[in-house]
């Protein structure tokens, strides 16, 4: 039934013409795209080139182990260090000077140590208690510079030398650092009860000068302004979590094993049920969608005459527990109105689609009969999985490798404020034959970064950069791969006269040899297109971090417009690109023949492309709805042990919202992963659904290779051979 419309067909490409040698996806085809194939091998034994070269210049040991002012890794095994893990600054306070910032380093001695000091002291209190008990000096000295044994030695020239730190403060480690306590009492900041300290200079100094000079430290090696009791905070709640992971592991697995096989028979039931299925789904939501409306009103309407519950979100600010937020009657408000805004729009959908859903149903059955003829096709994501472990695992290695490829760099540390040799670069080895000691007293040649002055250190950023777009590109190519070899595979499926007689032997196998021996390079450029534009997104994604505190409105204006930009032009494109796999597994031409045909054919059939094609997708994101929130639900009466059978076997938790999020978010992935080799069917046999309405006329001659359904919600038969004819007659008589 051909589309009215304005527009004459030959705008959008001539239909295709009957071919009567065609029977499925061609097996007589050449290689396309060989110049992109070529510089797609090439980058990638470039990209190996890259891990090399990074692998012989890095050392995650700098990333993974701190650094002292001598060069000498904190914690590492084999070195006199290894039971010393964590770094301690002799003088903290000296970190709050803004150019730590600017010079990457903290003017102080640094010492490897294997615990932070737990109470406050001074070196000169240490002298003066030393005659009356040693003991002090066997505390103080473990936070001294290795070999020195001098306690009698004079302040002034202990501090000269950097022989000793002046001061101690209580701490604990934190990012393999020596960090103060901070508690916060009754609103007042204080480390180990106390609100001011002794410097060991004869001054007496407050604990916000700790606070400030941790928040220097804690900005020079995270490269964030956040505050040192925020990320103190942060790890508690991060060890808590990993302790709920640990606890509550196992059960999540059982999970993510339910929705896999719950996703597996929701799929072979669609071949025999798809409409009751479909319909189920689709009440089945709206009813749970209900459920959720009355109970968030419930919950809203007991909690607002109680007190302290009508406190807005805002007052509370951010909480740890997220049970404080329950407790809140705006909360369940909103719960309630975004719900029925979901509802809503889900009937209004249904009331306008509801005669395109019959034809999306059919479209289903026969993807299901598509997927249970060809069931290997279930288990293709195991190896697309595969090989995107592998990319990121190559990927992260060598971001890590470069990061780490810098040679250490010393500066002349002074504790002078007027020595003009401060902050330049200088050889631990030479230094005490140069004449900076003796214009600087007490100066010293420490390890301030990891950088380098070669042409390889320079362009370590751009490289980086290379890193990404590769790492982007092979990701990209695994995928379109996937989607290739999958639309090969169902398209021998449609094309099949007589199915399953006529469906070819190992139809996934042969369409992965197809995809991967002849159109490698239409598949590196399509992925190179896609790769692209989601590099120039991760971008401007950094630069908007980089601007968030800019006040600038227009080119924060311009930033948005170009996001919103780039971002639709990645969903085109992936649109296309899917489609034009589509094409190249059926004809084998190169990528753009191929998108130009795919694009030309969806423009002829834009109506059927926007009403099934959508209408499709949206009753498969149903079924994930309703898959992953039917084990959301049971995860949540699991691990807020309201299932009387099994209350004992639940672990102790510290937030049951980590478990019952990871549930849900995995059981979700496992449903797409499932679901997305299913719309890939239905994308492919829409596609050939199309090219059969335009190729054939359901005559002897060209008979029309859809499904019975199809044929009759479409009017459409065929009409069979004189022969054919006779022996029905014949054998209805008998």
């Not at 508690?236 to 302790?243: A, D, P, R, S, Y």
């Not at 990209?476 to 791969?481: G, H, K, Q, R, S």
């Not at 002829?604 to 949206?618: E, P, Q």
Request: aromatic share 14%; hydrophobic share 45%; charged share 15%.
């Amino acid at each position: 039934m051909a589309r009215k419309s304005a527009v004459p067909p030959s705008y959008y490409g001539e239909p295709h013409k009957f071919d009567p040698t065609f029977r499925g996806p061609v097996h007589k085809r050449g290689c396309t795209d060989v110049l992109c194939c070529v510089i797609f091998v090439i980058v990638i034994l470039g990209y190996i080139a890259l891990g090399a070269v990074a692998w012989m210049h890095g050392d995650p040991r700098k990333v993974v182990y701190p650094t002292d002012s001598y060069g000498q890794f904190c914690g590492q095994q084999g070195t006199p260090n290894a039971n010393k893990a964590i770094l301690f600054y002799f003088n903290i306070l000296h970190c709050a000077n803004p150019a730590v910032l600017i010079n990457l380093q903290c003017p102080t001695t640094q010492l490897c140590v294997s615990k932070c000091p737990d109470r406050f002291a001074t070196y000169l209190d240490m002298q003066y208690n030393y005659s009356r008990n040693r003991s002090y000096w066997e505390y103080y000295r473990q936070f001294c510079k290795p070999g020195f044994d001098n306690p009698k030695k004079s302040v002034a020239q202990v501090l000269r030398d950097e022989d000793c730190p002046s001061m101690l403060v209580p701490s604990r480690p934190f990012l393999q650092r020596c960090f103060p306590d901070f508690i916060t009492r009754n609103g007042t900041l204080t480390v180990a009860n106390k609100t001011d300290f002794k410097d060991g200079l004869g001054k007496t100094r407050s604990v916000v000068d700790l606070r400030d000079a941790a928040n220097g430290v804690t900005a020079m090696q995270q490269g964030t302004k956040s505050g040192i009791a925020s990320l103190l905070d942060a790890k508690e709640v991060g060890t808590k979590i990993f302790e709920d992971y640990a606890s509550s592991w196992y059960w999540i697995l059982i999970g993510l094993v339910i929705t896999m096989v719950i996703s597996l028979l929701f799929i072979l039931l669609l071949r025999f049920t798809a409409g009751v299925l479909l319909w189920c789904v689709i009440f089945g939501v709206i009813a749970a969608v209900g459920y959720g409306i009355w109970h968030c009103y419930w919950e809203y309407v007991t909690l607002r005459g109680k007190p302290n519950a009508d406190v807005t979100i805002s007052d509370i600010g951010f909480q740890t527990d997220f049970r404080v937020y329950l407790q809140l009657s705006q909360t369940w408000l909103i719960f309630m109105i975004s719900l029925a805004v979901i509802e809503a729009v889900i009937i209004m959908m249904l009331i306008f689609l509801r005669r395109r859903v019959r034809i999306a149903i059919a479209l289903l059955k026969e993807g299901s009969k598509a997927v249970s003829y060809i069931m290997s096709t279930l288990f293709y994501p195991i190896i697309t999985f595969l090989l995107l472990a592998l990319c990121i695992a190559y990927w992260a290695v060598t971001a890590i490798f470069l990061a780490s490829s810098g040679d250490a760099v010393y500066k002349v540390m002074s504790t002078q404020p007027n020595c003009k040799y401060t902050n330049i670069t200088c050889n631990p080895e030479t230094f005490s034959q140069s004449n900076v000691s003796r214009v600087c007293p007490g100066s010293q040649c420490t390890f301030a970064f990891y950088g380098g002055e070669s042409v390889y250190h320079r362009y370590i950023f751009v490289l980086q950069l290379c890193n990404l777009l590769v790492f982007l590109w092979l990701v990209n190519f695994v995928i379109a791969l996937g989607q290739c070899t999958l639309a090969g595979a169902f398209a021998s499926y449609y094309w099949a006269l007589k199915k399953p007689a006529d469906i070819p032997a190992c139809p996934l196998a042969a369409s992965f040899g197809r995809a991967l021996r002849y159109h490698t390079g239409s598949l590196a450029f399509g992925a190179l297109i896609l790769s692209i534009v989601q590099f120039f997104r991760i971008v401007l994604e950094y630069v908007d971090h980089k601007l968030k505190g800019a006040h600038n409105a227009f080119a924060r204006f311009l930033l948005c417009c170009m996001k919103c930009c780039f971002w639709c032009l990645e969903r085109f494109i992936k649109f296309m690109n899917r489609n034009a796999y589509i094409m190249i597994a059926i004809y084998g031409k190169n990528f753009c023949a191929s998108a130009r045909d795919a694009f030309f054919l969806l423009m002829r059939n834009v109506v059927r492309v926007a009403v099934l094609d959508k209408v499709t997708d949206f009753l498969l994101f149903l079924g994930k709805l309703l898959i992953s929130g039917s084990v959301g639900v049971l995860a949540f009466f699991f691990f807020t042990r309201k299932i009387p059978v099994i209350q004992e076997d639940v672990p102790s938790l510290n937030y049951y919202w980590v478990p019952l999020l990871t549930v849900i978010f995995g059981s979700y992935l496992v449903a797409h992963g499932f679901f997305n080799v299913y719309a890939m069917c239905v994308d492919t046999l829409f596609l050939c659904f199309l090219l059969d309405l335009e190729k054939n006329d359901g005559s002897a001659a060209r008979p029309y290779f859809m499904s019975s359904t199809l044929r009759a919600i479409l009017n459409k038969k065929n009409h069979r051979r004189a022969p054919e004819r006779k022996r029905a007659r014949a054998g209805r008589r008998k």
